[in-house]
């Protein structure tokens, strides 16, 4: 059974600390190194919820892709629910990594495993990282799916691909429209425009778009938008993460047992549809 540093040393070779962007707060946040670490829970969010599932689990290591503080901090105390989840975690030995922008740029990183799941081949990354001689990592990805379809058929594809939430898949374009070539990025993906209108593809899966930008992207371009629950566009990067661990532990001759939280914790939690009436 491996100990938590050699756990660390595994997920720092996959997504180096380093590639995070310099805003972000990514490591591992409590735990033992020297503790041994038998079970390791995946999740997007260190949330009470999925805090407690890992407790009842009985994991050793929780590793989620959200960060539970990106601010300096001069307290811990349980007076509040970030502290209250780490007295939670400490008080029965379960360390917490965060892979955040490390993960989104890694290869494989987020948005593979968004255009994965989804049914794209990837090409390349939509933003390469200039660091990187193969040209594989960066931010975002471009795909390609393996024959042209309408963009209502491309939507149910999505939304049969990624994890109900109660938002759905939002579209904006012609339903009828030819996609054959799509940029994906996990999470917020709006400020990146430019990128995917130079790349040229038909259509952009991303999650949190907002009215001003997608107005304007609209007029700009015929590009199809695509807008998911940002929690289910990075949820498919827990099972790309948990397959490298166990990659990992099989060359080391390690024994995990891991689990990827299925709780759906997207901040939305009810869509009621508006009666179809004329302002």
Same mark, same amino acid.
């Given at each position: 059974?491996?100990?938590?540093?050699?756990?660390?040393?595994?997920?720092?070779?996959?997504?180096?600390?380093?590639?995070?962007?310099?805003?972000?707060?990514?490591?591992?946040?409590?735990?033992?190194?020297? @503790?041994? =670490?038998?079970? %390791?829970?995946? !999740?997007? $969010? /260190?949330? #009470?919820? +999925?805090?407690?599932?890992? &407790?009842?689990? *009985?994991?050793?290591?929780?590793?989620?892709?959200?960060?539970?503080?990106?601010?300096?901090?001069?307290?811990?105390?349980?007076?509040?629910?970030?502290?209250?989840?780490?007295?939670?975690?400490?008080?029965?030995?379960?360390g917490l990594l965060t892979a955040h922008t490390n993960a989104d740029s890694a290869d494989p990183g987020v948005s593979d495993a968004l255009a994965e799941a989804v049914g794209?081949?990837?090409?390349?990354?939509?933003?390469?990282?200039?660091?990187?001689?193969?040209?594989?990592?960066?931010?975002?990805?471009?795909?390609?799916?393996?024959?042209?379809?309408?963009?209502?058929?491309?939507?149910?594809?999505?939304?049969?691909?990624?994890? @109900?939430? =109660?938002?759905? %898949?939002?579209? !904006?374009? $012609? /339903?009828? #429209?030819? +996609?054959?070539?799509?940029? &994906?990025?996990? *999470?917020?993906?709006?400020?990146?425009?430019?990128?995917?209108?130079?790349?040229?593809?038909?259509?952009?899966?991303?999650?949190?778009?907002?009215?001003?930008?997608?107005?304007?992207?609209?007029?700009?371009?015929?590009?199809?938008?695509?807008?998911?629950?940002?929690?289910?566009?990075?949820?498919?990067?827990?099972?790309?993460?948990?397959?490298?661990?166990?990659?990992?532990?099989?060359?080391?001759?390690?024994?995990?047992?891991?689990?990827?939280?299925?709780?759906?914790?997207?901040?939305?939690?009810?869509?009621?549809?508006?009666?179809?009436?004329?302002?």
């Amino acid at each position: 059974m491996p100990i938590l540093s050699d756990v660390l040393s595994v997920f720092d070779e996959l997504y180096p600390p380093a590639r995070a962007e310099s805003w972000d707060a990514v490591g591992l946040v409590c735990g033992d190194p020297d @503790a041994e =670490v038998g079970r %390791v829970m995946f !999740a997007v $969010d /260190p949330v #009470a919820a +999925v805090v407690d599932e890992a &407790v009842e689990w *009985g994991a050793d290591l929780l590793v989620t892709h959200h960060p539970l503080y990106l601010r300096g901090v001069t307290s811990v105390a349980a007076t509040g629910f970030k502290g209250r989840v780490v007295h939670t975690l400490i008080r029965h030995g379960v360390g917490l990594l965060t892979a955040h922008t490390n993960a989104d740029s890694a290869d494989p990183g987020v948005s593979d495993a968004l255009a994965e799941a989804v049914g794209l081949r990837v090409t390349g990354p939509l933003i390469p990282d200039p660091t990187d001689p193969a040209g594989r990592r960066g931010t975002g990805r471009i795909g390609e799916l393996p024959a042209p379809e309408p963009l209502a058929a491309f939507a149910a594809r999505v939304a049969a691909g990624l994890p @109900a939430t =109660v938002q759905g %898949v939002r579209t !904006a374009g $012609d /339903p009828e #429209a030819p +996609v054959r070539r799509v940029a &994906v990025c996990g *999470g917020s993906g709006d400020s990146f425009f430019d990128a995917v209108r130079a790349a040229g593809v038909d259509a952009y899966l991303t999650a949190d778009l907002r009215h001003h930008p997608v107005s304007e992207a609209r007029e700009a371009s015929p590009l199809a938008l695509l807008d998911a629950a940002h929690w289910a566009t990075e949820w498919p990067w827990l099972r790309s993460a948990e397959r490298e661990l166990l990659a990992a532990a099989g060359k080391h001759g390690w024994t995990l047992d891991t689990r990827v939280s299925t709780q759906v914790t997207d901040a939305w939690t009810l869509h009621t549809p508006m009666p179809a009436a004329a302002p």
